[in-house]
Structures are given as structure tokens and as C-alpha cells.
T-cell receptor, first 114, second 115 residues
Framework: AQSVTQPDIHITVSEGASLELRCNYS??????LFWYVQSPGQGLQLLLK??????LVQGIKGFEAEFKRSQSSFNLRKPSVHWSDAAEYFC????????????FGKGTSLLVTP | EAGVAQSPRYKIIEKRQSVAFWCNPI?????LYWYQQILGQGPKLLIQ????????DSQLPKDRFSAERLKGVDSTLKIQPAKLEDSAVYLC?????????????FGDGTRLSIL
């Protein structure tokens, strides 16, 4: 079954520091992978997506993610975190056999300290 | 363009009562999804529509949940009767065609509390 694991429930970083959020997936073929961000009381906003091609994907708000097939990973990175980046981050894989609905990880809560 | 609209934003009911949520997708979007997001977890798909037909409702608890999208535009999700474990945020999303390269756009959700 297709599944997504986000090993870190909470992460705290200082403003201006670099960020890496981990995501591992379980899927037999090349997956369609996504990162979404959710601010409190808000819906989910798409940060970036990977379907094929270049394994380093650029997204909005200065985020990027790298697809590594050998490690079954799709980690999200940002070189310098801003206080406004504090939010919940979700990694997701599209369920190809189910109309491309999304299967989400449990999320990583990011706290940014001054 | 206007985003996905959901109402109400909040709802508090007692267990065994019924409740309904409404979603209006982005204009022209053929595919509509309902997700349930329990506190501390990622969203879980409940049902997916393509126009007014159901693509996947395998995770919808059909003994108490129902959903419809009669005219292929807006949609209603109903719970009857509600249980304590139904406390969650219910998110509606839409995409243009439902294919892999079409992103899903999410509404702000309806937060349901069961007393």
C-alpha cells in the first residue's frame, strides 16, 4: 500500500537557520509527491510537487525538495527560515489507482524561534 | 480566481445529532474531494467526485456519512448520527481534471466538535 512517513512530529529552528523536513514514502512505482503547508485555521497550500524529471524541485516561498529514489525520500528544505514559516507541513503521495487523491503523512509542526 | 468555499467554518453539535457541510469548488473544476483531518493527523480522503459521479468512497463510513454532488458543482457532506470520534476538520478540495498534474486546491475547512 502507498504510505507516507514523516518521522519528526515537531521541529524547532531559529530564524535565519536552515531547515530540512523529512519524508519517506512506500510505493512500488515512481510516485507523485507533494509538500503542503497548513497555517492554523487554514486549509492546505501547495508548496511544490514532483512527478518526474529533475529530482530537485523548486517551490514557492523559497522551499525546495529533493527526490531520492534509493532512499525513498522526498525531503523539504529551506536555506533560511523566516518567522512566518511556522506552520504544519504535510508530505503526500498521490494515489494513482484512486483518481490521484492524496495520501498524507501525519505532518511536522515547525516552530521558529527568534 | 475565487478559492474553494466551505461553510460553516465551525459547528458544535451533540452526539447522535446530524450535521451537514457545504463546499463550492473553484469554478470549472471537475474533481472534488472531501477529506477528514483529525487533530494531530494528516487529512484522510473520505470521498472523491468526478463531475457528479463518485470515483472513490472506499473510506467513507457509509453507515453514517453521505455525500452528494448532484449538479457536478457544489457538494454536501452529511453525518447522521454523529459520534464523538467524528470531531475533526472537514476539508474540501478541488482540481481541474483530477489528473496527476493538476494540483488540488483546498478550502479552509469546517471544524466540527461533538459534545
Amino acid at each position: 500500500a502507498q504510505s507516507v512517513t514523516q518521522p519528526d512530529i515537531h521541529i524547532t529552528v531559529s530564524e535565519g537557520a536552515s531547515l530540512e523536513l523529512r519524508c519517506n514514502y512506500s510505493y512500488g512505482a515512481t510516485p507523485y509527491l507533494f509538500w503542503y503547508v497548513q497555517s492554523p485555521g487554514q486549509g492546505l497550500q501547495l508548496l511544490l510537487k514532483y512527478f518526474s524529471g529533475d529530482t530537485l524541485v523548486q517551490g514557492i516561498k523559497g522551499f525546495e525538495a529533493e527526490f531520492k529514489r534509493s532512499q525513498s525520500s522526498f525531503n523539504l528544505r529551506k536555506p533560511s527560515v523566516h518567522w512566518s514559516d511556522a506552520a504544519e507541513y504535510f508530505c503526500a503521495v498521490a494515489l494513482v489507482n484512486s483518481g490521484y487523491a492524496l495520501n498524507f503523512g501525519k505532518g511536522t509542526s515547525l516552530l521558529v524561534t527568534p | 480566481e475565487a478559492g474553494v468555499a466551505q461553510s460553516p467554518r465551525y459547528k458544535i453539535i451533540e452526539k447522535r445529532q446530524s450535521v451537514a457541510f457545504w463546499c463550492n469548488p473553484i469554478s470549472g473544476h471537475a474533481t472534488l474531494y472531501w477529506y477528514q483531518q483529525i487533530l494531530g493527523q494528516g487529512p484522510k480522503l473520505l470521498i472523491q467526485f468526478q463531475n457528479n459521479g463518485v470515483v472513490d468512497d472506499s473510506q467513507l463510513p457509509k453507515d453514517r456519512f453521505s455525500a452528494e454532488r448532484l449538479k457536478g458543482v457544489d457538494s454536501t457532506l452529511k453525518i447522521q448520527p454523529a459520534k464523538l470520534e467524528d470531531s475533526a476538520v472537514y476539508l474540501c478540495a478541488s482540481s481541474l481534471t483530477g489528473s496527476s498534474n493538476q494540483p488540488q486546491h483546498f478550502g479552509d475547512g469546517t471544524r466540527l466538535s461533538i459534545l
